[in-house]
């Protein structure tokens, strides 16, 4: 059916199954087709924890929400899910999705540092994540629900990114996504930054989304 801002909603439930693989471009094929009226994801091919799949699952998530829909569900998490979502009390951070799998409440003083970037009122709800694995930081910005008129520009996002990211990191990879087009950045010390563009209208509404790989700077003594 056709909702009154022109998106498309499908009436029947729909349970889609995620596989794990590291290619933002198919997640974003994985997350950001069709809405239909009730959805369950299906995380049983998905073993291990990835911030891109947790980060587009809760921007489908905020999504839906914008719409008023129903909350999407989630299930088959496998025991490395429910130990991180645990762990990190995600469930708890107000993200609008819902496990269908118990999840335990850990009295734990484990927290995740939330990126500080973003923030300038273009959006009603935005969500920053982090999660840390040794060299490793991965990140995830979601923003929906848009208040201010115009464009919001990539370029704003990346700039405040970079200056938020570069000072103990340096960014492997990024995928930045908007309801009608997407970068995807590959970058790393030794070489230039290579940047992908794609136009990738949907039928979604208006949402900014960043999702990157940042590794941790050695530091570096000469002979």
Do not use: C
């Amino acid at each position: 059916m056709n909702r009154s801002d022109g998106s498309l909603v499908s009436s029947s439930t729909g349970v889609f199954y995620p596989y794990q693989h590291q290619d933002f471009y198919a997640m974003d094929s994985l997350f950001l087709s069709h809405l239909k009226q009730e959805e369950v994801r299906d995380f049983q091919s998905v073993s291990q924890v990835h911030l891109g799949f947790l980060g587009f699952l809760t921007l489908r998530g905020f999504l839906r929400e914008t719409l008023s829909l129903p909350k999407l569900q989630v299930q088959g998490l496998s025991k490395h899910w429910k130990s991180y979502l645990a762990k990190v009390n995600f469930l708890g951070k107000g993200v609008p999705w819902e496990s269908k799998d118990f999840i335990p409440n850990l009295v734990t003083d484990a927290t995740s540092a939330l990126t500080e970037f973003g923030g300038k009122g273009h959006w009603a709800t935005e969500f920053h994540w982090e999660k840390q694995d040794k060299e490793t930081t991965s990140v995830f910005f979601a923003a929906t629900n848009k208040q201010s008129d115009g464009d919001v520009a990539i370029s704003d996002l990346m700039k405040d990114f970079l200056h938020y990211s570069q000072t103990n990191h340096y960014l492997d990879r990024a995928y930045i996504r908007k309801e009608n087009s997407s970068y995807l950045y590959l970058n790393s010390k030794e070489a230039n930054p290579r940047v992908f563009f794609r136009e990738n209208p949907t039928d979604l509404p208006e949402f900014l989304f960043l999702v990157a790989e940042l590794k941790t700077k050695t530091s570096t003594h000469s002979n």
